[in-house]
Antibody, heavy 116, light 107 residues
Framework: EVQLQQSGAELVKPGASVKLSCKTS????????MSWLKQMPGQNIEWIGN????????GYNQKFKGKATLTVDKSSSTAYMDLSSLTSEDSAVYFC?????????WGQGVMVTVSS | DIQMTQSPASLSASLGETVSIECLAS??????LAWYQQKSGKSPQLLIY???RLQDGVPSRFSGSGSGTRYSLKISGMQPEDEADYFC?????????FGSGTKLEIK
């Protein structure tokens, strides 16, 4: 069974950074892209970028360049997303999802709250 | 970026009713379109890809159609478990973009 397990909710101060994780199981991690997506409360879904599990190659939405950095650890089949210089506009639920173009399995989502 | 205009923003349907949701792309997307269902507090689930292909495990009452810039999702016979938000998403060009969603409720 394919599973994507995301790390827990985060409360962070403005200006700080946070690293989110997405641990996978049930499939060959290095054969698939992993995407990260953002959903603000009651809002549309935004695609942040994707990363290939095989070689760590990345593609980003221009809107999130400089904000998000995607990495992978093949040895643990885990994808990571670093979010930097956080502001209130970064408060949202962040999902990891398998796939580079369409997303067939999703993590449960992690709420990031930016507040002093 | 390709803009995806989804309509209606919300609708209510009776059990057994057939409902349709539409998505209009700002340029042709060559059937590179997916539909997702998101229940309250949950992650989205892939229903349809390549405009009309049913994802494994999705009930056959869900169907997709369209071409060029206009696409639609149809639910033939509303069920209680279909109450959810629905989103379209294009994969024709990066950045991948989503419609603003349709909230479907039971009347």
């Amino acid at each position: 069974e394919v599973q994507l397990q995301q790390s827990g909710a985060e409360l962070v101060k403005p200006g700080a950074s946070v690293k989110l994780s997405c641990k996978t199981s049930g499939y060959t991690f290095s054969n698939y892209y992993m995407s990260w997506l953002k959903q603000m409360p009651g809002q549309n879904i935004e695609w942040i970028g994707n990363i290939y599990g095989g070689n760590g190659g990345t593609g980003y939405n221009q809107k999130f360049k400089g904000k998000a950095t995607l990495t992978v650890d093949k040895s643990s089949s885990t994808a990571y997303m670093d979010l930097s210089s956080l502001t209130s506009e970064d408060s949202a639920v962040y999902f990891c999802a398998r796939g580079g173009l369409r997303f067939d399995y999703w993590g449960q989502g992690v709420m990031v709250t930016v507040s002093s | 970026d390709i803009q995806m205009t989804q309509s209606p923003a919300s609708l209510s349907a009776s059990l057994g009713e057939t409902v349709s949701i539409e998505c209009l792309a700002s340029e042709g997307i060559s059937n590179d379109l997916a539909w997702y269902q998101q229940k309250s507090g949950k992650s989205p689930q892939l229903l349809i890809y390549a405009a009309s292909r049913l994802q494994d495990g999705v009930p056959s009452r869900f169907s997709g159609s369209g071409s060029g810039t206009r696409y639609s999702l149809k639910i033939s016979g509303m069920q209680p478990e279909d109450e959810a938000d629905y989103f379209c998403q294009q994969s024709y060009k990066y950045p991948l973009t989503f419609g603003s969603g349709t909230k479907l409720e039971i009347k």
